[in-house]
C-alpha cells in the first residue's frame, strides 16, 4: 500500500504544468550556471571530463540553494491530498499513508537532482571526455584562482584527495541529502501546522544555511584569518547548506566533518523528520473537498 500510494502520486505528473515548469526552471538554471565553466574551457581551448561542470557549480552553497528551492514548485501541494486520499485512509492507516508520502517525495527529489546531474551532463558534452582523471580545464580553476573569479570553487584539496566520477558521486550525494531534510521539514510542518508554514518553515531553513556562510562572516564581522578560520570550521559543522557543499569537508587538512560523518548527521536529521511527521499525521485533519488539484 506505501507504494501504491507513492505510485499514484506520480501519475499525477501526467501533463501537469508545475512539474513541467519544475524541471524545465532546472534545466535553465543548470544552463546558466555552467555556462562560465564551459566559457572558460573554450577561452583556453581545453577539454573538460564531463562530470567537472557539476561538481564544480554544484559544489558551491548559492547554486544548491538555488536548485533545492525549485523542490518549492514540485512539491507545492504538500501533504498531496487528492480524491483517491479517503480511498487510501479507509484501506490503510494514516502511517501507512503519509510513509507513503515520504517514499514519493523521496524518489521525486531523486529523480529531480539526477535530471539536475544529466542537465549538466547533456550541456557540456560537446567538449568532454569521460575518463576519470581531471581535466587541464580543472588545473587551471584550482590552481590559477580562476576559480574563485569565476565562483567555481575547484578546490585543490578536492582535486589532489579524489577522482571526477567519485566526487560526482559525493555531490550528488551530499545534495540529495540537503533538498530531502528540506522537503521532510517542509512535508513536516505542512502537516503540523499547514501550508504556509510549511514555505516559512523551508525559507527558514535556506535563509540560516545562506546567512552562515564563511565568507559572509568574515566580511561581516571584520574577522582576522585566524578568527575566520575557527568560524569556518564551526559553520562547517552547524550549516546544513555548508555540509552539502563537497568542498566544505576535510580531505586530511583540517578540523571541517568529514564526508562520512556528514552523511551521518543527515541520515540522522532524515531518521527524526521521519518520526515527527509519523507522529503529526496522528492530529492532522483532513479536508477532502476540492482535492483534486494538480
Given amino acids: 500500500m506505501v507504494l501504491s500510494v507513492a505510485s499514484y502520486n506520480f501519475l ?9 515548469t519544475a524541471f524545465l526552471l532546472d534545466f535553465i538554471l543548470c544552463y546558466l550556471l555552467t555556462d562560465k565553466a564551459v566559457q572558460f574551457a573554450l577561452e583556453r581551448d581545453t577539454t573538460m571530463q564531463i562530470f567537472e561542470a557539476f561538481i564544480w557549480t554544484f559544489g558551491d552553497s548559492n547554486a544548491i540553494l538555488l536548485v533545492s528551492l525549485l523542490l518549492l514548485i514540485l512539491f507545492a501541494d504538500m501533504p498531496f491530498i487528492t480524491t483517491a486520499t479517503p480511498f487510501y485512509l479507509m ?11 515520504m517514499v514519493y517525495v523521496v524518489l521525486a ?13 547533456v550541456l557540456t558534452m560537446q567538449n ?20 574563485k573569479e569565476l565562483n567555481l570553487p575547484s578546490a585543490v584539496k578536492a582535486i589532489e584527495m579524489s577522482r571526477p566520477w567519485q566526487s560526482m558521486l559525493w555531490v550528488l550525494a551530499l ?14 510542518f ?24 564563511p565568507d559572509n562572516i568574515k566580511k561581516v564581522l571584520h574577522l582576522p ?40 548527521i543527515g541520515l540522522a536529521l532524515l531518521a527524526v523528520l521521519l518520526i515527527l511527521t509519523i507522529c503529526a499525521i496522528r492530529r492532522y485533519a483532513f479536508s477532502f473537498s476540492g482535492t483534486e488539484g494538480k
Avoid at 499525477?12 to 512539474?19: E, S
Fill in 175 to 188: 545534495m540529495l541529502l540537503y533538498t530531502l531534510v528540506m522537503v521532510l521539514v517542509m512535508l513536516l
Fill in 190 to 213: 505542512n502537516i503540523w501546522k499547514g501550508q504556509m508554514a510549511g514555505i516559512a518553515a523551508v525559507i527558514s531553513f535556506s535563509c540560516y544555511g545562506l546567512l552562515l556562510n
Fill in 109 to 121: 527529489t531523486m529523480l529531480f537532482m539526477v535530471f539536475t546531474l544529466f542537465s549538466t551532463v
Fill in 225 to 264: 584569518d585566524q578568527l575566520s578560520y575557527k568560524a569556518r570550521v564551526l559553520v562547517g559543522w552547524i550549516s546544513p547548506l555548508n555540509q552539502a557543499t563537497f568542498y566544505m569537508h576535510n580531505f586530511g587538512y583540517d578540523k571541517l566533518p568529514t564526508l562520512g560523518q556528514t552523511v551521518a
Fill in 12 to 20: 499525477r505528473w501526467h501533463k501537469n504544468a508545475r512539474v513541467v
Fill in 91 to 101: 484501506r490503510t492507516t494514516r502511517r501507512v499513508w503519509v510513509v507513503g508520502q
Fill in 128 to 147: 568532454a571526455f569521460t575518463g576519470n582523471r581531471w581535466s587541464r580545464t580543472a588545473a587551471a580553476l584550482a590552481y590559477s584562482g580562476s576559480g
